[in-house]
T-cell receptor, first 116, second 111 residues
Framework: GAGVSQSPSNKVTEKGKDVELRCDPISGHTALYWYRQSLGQGLEFLIYFQGNSAPDKSGLPSDRFSAERTGGSVSTLTIQRTQQEDSAVYLCASSFLGGRNAGELFFGEGSRLTVL | QKEVEQNSGPLSVPEGAIASLNCTYS??????FFWYRQYSGKSPELIMFIYSNGDKEDGRFTAQLNKASQYVSLLIRDSQPSDSATYLC???????????FGKGTMLLVSP
């Protein structure tokens, strides 16, 4: 596809369950980002992958959150033992890094997570 | 702590007016500056970027950067109701760093 693809678009889960969110970036984009956005809030950085470098995990809010990126392409964000405060829209973005182009992010439509 | 500050608004302007959206950032080492537009229920989309001091114009949009004052703004001329959205300011601190986003300013353009 031409854009960043995320799945599922909506996920309702019970507190304590694990969830996986998937992101398929734009082909050829070397950088992949996960952000989350709670209702009425700004974008909160979670994790960043760049090529084969070690990911920047500095934004992950707790050790219940983890992410991987396989083959430099598809990424999965996993939230273990979900809590109600994890409810948010999880946005994936990709970019083709080239110096200043680092900020030209292309976002997917997001995965809306609701934890009951 | 790198911070990007924006007035949450809403900023209300009548159709045809100029909307002025402002953003300040904390780190003098910031290199690249971006404005994203986010319609309600949608994902952010890039509308402007600016790297150098001064103005950059693209259609009805003008981005202004003043690195000495650590200030970046977005002007929307001839505002339209379709411009009603939340505008997110984002800053890149260089190299392979991530973008830091402000919380956004909601713009409402009334017919």
């Amino acid at each position: 596809g031409a854009g960043v693809s995320q799945s599922p678009s909506n996920k309702v889960t019970e507190k304590g369950k694990d969830v996986e969110l998937r992101c398929d970036p734009i082909s050829g984009h070397t950088a992949l980002y996960w952000y989350r956005q709670s209702l009425g809030q700004g974008l909160e950085f979670l994790i960043y992958f760049q090529g084969n470098s070690a990911p920047d995990k500095s934004g992950l809010p707790s050790d219940r959150f983890s992410a991987e990126r396989t083959g430099g392409s598809v990424s999965t964000l996993t939230i273990q033992r979900t809590q109600q405060e994890d409810s948010a829209v999880y946005l994936c973005a990709s970019s083709f890094l080239g110096g200043r182009n680092a900020g030209e992010l292309f976002f997917g439509e997001g995965s809306r997570l609701t934890v009951l | 702590q790198k911070e990007v500050e924006q007035n949450s608004g809403p900023l209300s302007v009548p159709e045809g007016a100029i909307a002025s959206l402002n953003c300040t950032y904390s780190d003098r080492g910031s290199q690249s500056f971006f404005w994203y537009r986010q319609y309600s229920g949608k994902s952010p989309e890039l509308i402007m970027f600016i790297y150098s001091n001064g103005d950059k114009e693209d259609g009805r949009f003008t981005a202004q950067l003043n690195k000495a004052s650590q200030y970046v703004s977005l002007l929307i001329r001839d505002s339209q109701p379709s411009d009603s959205a939340t505008y997110l300011c984002a800053v890149n601190y260089g190299g392979y760093s991530t973008l830091t986003f402000g919380k956004g300013t909601m713009l409402l353009v009334s017919p």
